[in-house]
T-cell receptor
Framework: GESVGLHLPTLSVQEGDNSIINCAYS??????FIWYKQESGKGPQFIID?????DKRQGQRVTVLLNKTVKHLSLQIAATQPGDSAVYFC?????????????FGQGTILTVHP | DAEITQSPRHKITETGRQVTLACHQT?????MFWYRQDLGHGLRLIHY???????NKGEVSDGYSVSRSNTEDLPLTLESAASSQTSVYFC?????????????FGPGTRLTVT
């Protein structure tokens, strides 16, 4: 089946900078998208999600943008901190019979330098 | 507080042995999922369940089985462990109500097959 992918496998930023992590998806029927953060040795943790009827959603220091025209998803982290260093995954629900299921991308490693 | 736990956290077994990984959630979620995580592949779905007595195959189900006898538990069994099944295994659960497909993840089980 179609799956979510990422443009950049690694991203290095300085503390205080803004980070942008990108994700491409190929299934135009996908109706829900989610970002997870995974720290070393731990399970993925929810960051933010967005439904396909929206193009932007904001949380605390994070913003998710959805561009359905080009099937692109991004996660913006403002004022990145060393504690943001982790692997970030995007995932999608592909709609239809995929109820409740998420298809994950390969992940982007974010490293924040003090 | 509600949580999702996995046991054991680490397991070493020999090729050909049967292994069962436990997953227990106290969220009272109907949906439960098992994933494996390998470098370069992100999270791949093994099996999932939408409720008691319901089980479904994911994209990498060969060599694995699950059973759902109650809401809280979804044990994953490797019928005859193979070296290719060396991986980190994550269990997750989600609610059927509401607009979110957010999955709550356990801490993972690192399985080594020698």
């Amino acid at each position: 089946g179609e799956s979510v992918g990422l443009h950049l496998p690694t991203l290095s930023v300085q503390e205080g900078d803004n980070s942008i992590i990108n994700c491409a998806y190929s299934n135009s029927a996908s109706d829900y998208f989610i970002w997870y953060k995974q720290e070393s040795g731990k399970g993925p943790q929810f960051i933010i999600d967005i439904r396909s009827n929206m193009d932007k959603r904001q949380g605390q220091r994070v913003t998710v943008l959805l561009n359905k025209t080009v099937k692109h998803l991004s996660l913006q982290i403002a004022a990145t901190q060393p504690g943001d260093s982790a692997v970030y995954f995007c995932a999608e629900n592909q709609g239809g019979t995929s109820y409740g299921k998420l298809t994950f991308g390969q992940g982007t490693i974010l490293t924040v330098h003090p | 507080d509600a949580e999702i736990t996995q046991s054991p956290r680490h397991k070493i077994t020999e090729t050909g042995r049967q292994v069962t990984l436990a997953c227990h959630q106290t969220w009272n979620h109907n949906n439960m999922f098992w994933y494996r995580q390998d470098l370069g592949h992100g999270l791949r779905l093994i099996h999932y369940s939408y409720g008691v007595q319901d089980t479904n195959k994911g994209e990498v189900s060969d060599g694995y089985s699950v059973s759902r006898s109650n809401t809280e538990d979804l044990p994953l069994t490797l019928e005859s462990a193979a070296s290719s099944q060396t991986s980190v295994y994550f269990c997750a659960s989600s609610d059927t109500s509401g607009p979110s497909y957010e999955q709550y993840f356990g801490p993972g089980t690192r399985l080594t097959v020698t």
